[in-house]
């Protein structure tokens, strides 16, 4: 484990429900392979780079994940121009199209990532990455932000640290702030939730604990009726707060929930 990555609650088997049938599975091949053949082109015109169109980005980000079943709601105001920190609550895998979606950024992940299949040729390309074993480096990670951020680019950053299933989540960690603070641009903050069609919410897509990522492809894929709602808030101006710890309550998107309702699954 980390010796400072914050730590969900959420397990599979305390918070995901079943999705999908026997009936079910024609579909979900044929969604799944729409998934990675969208993956795979991603992958063929990576290198291209910022000469991709970002409203391009925006729609590619988007098939992605209505490729896999799940309908998009996006609502709030548009994201800002220039340098800018994209920060959301983090639940799925989906969250990282959908991100993007708001507006093409260079996503903060986890050095593992760069080790996934298909996915992590686009990672090395596009993301910062962050070594979550080793502290010492956080400090370096955080000034690399920071010059992108100069650099006119949006850095997309989960900033709890962890995913969590979606009827709860965690506070925001305060270290990626200073990147934002010391290049004095804006924060977008983004708040994701996963519904099925009618209202009712849906952990179905949520990545977590011991959880495997084709494991959670496999739930998506099969599911019916899901939607990701993506909620746009107004960006937070440079200047507006004196400090991390300030910046990272004001962009938490929500009061944070308690996962009360959690714990008591995990010791019924």
């Not at 709601?73 to 800018?84: F, S």
Request: proline residues 7%; hydrophobic residues 50%.
């Amino acid at each position: 484990m980390s010796v400072w990555q914050p730590s969900a609650p959420c397990t599979p088997g305390a918070c995901i429900e079943a999705t999908g049938s026997a009936t079910a599975v024609p579909r979900a091949v044929l969604r799944m392979a729409a998934v990675l053949a969208l993956v795979l082109a991603g992958v063929v015109l990576s290198p291209l780079g910022g000469r991709i169109p970002a409203e391009l980005v925006k729609r590619w980000c988007r098939w992605i994940v209505r490729a896999a079943g799940v309908q998009v709601r996006m609502t709030g105001t548009a994201a800002p121009t220039g340098g800018l920190l994209l920060v959301a609550n983090h639940i799925s895998w989906l969250d990282i199209p959908l991100l993007a979606a708001v507006r093409p950024a260079r996503m903060l992940a986890k050095s593992d990532i760069r080790d996934w299949p298909v996915a992590g040729p686009v990672a090395a390309r596009a993301a910062l990455f962050i070594d979550r074993n080793r502290l010492r480096a956080l400090p370096g990670t955080v000034a690399r932000i920071a010059d992108a951020l100069r650099a006119g680019q949006a850095v997309g950053v989960f900033p709890e640290g962890s995913t969590w299933c979606g009827r709860a989540q965690g506070n925001f960690r305060r270290a990626v702030f200073q990147a934002a603070l010391d290049a004095n641009v804006p924060v977008q903050p983004v708040r994701l939730r996963y519904r099925i069609a009618g209202g009712t919410a849906s952990t179905a897509p949520a990545f977590i604990g011991d959880d495997s990522l084709l494991a959670s492809v496999w739930r998506v894929v099969t599911a019916r009726g899901l939607v990701a709602e993506v909620d746009v808030r107004d960006a937070i101006a440079p200047g507006s707060h004196p400090d991390r710890r300030s910046l990272a309550r004001a962009a938490q998107p929500g009061a944070t929930a308690q996962a009360d309702w959690i714990h008591a699954a995990l010791v019924a």
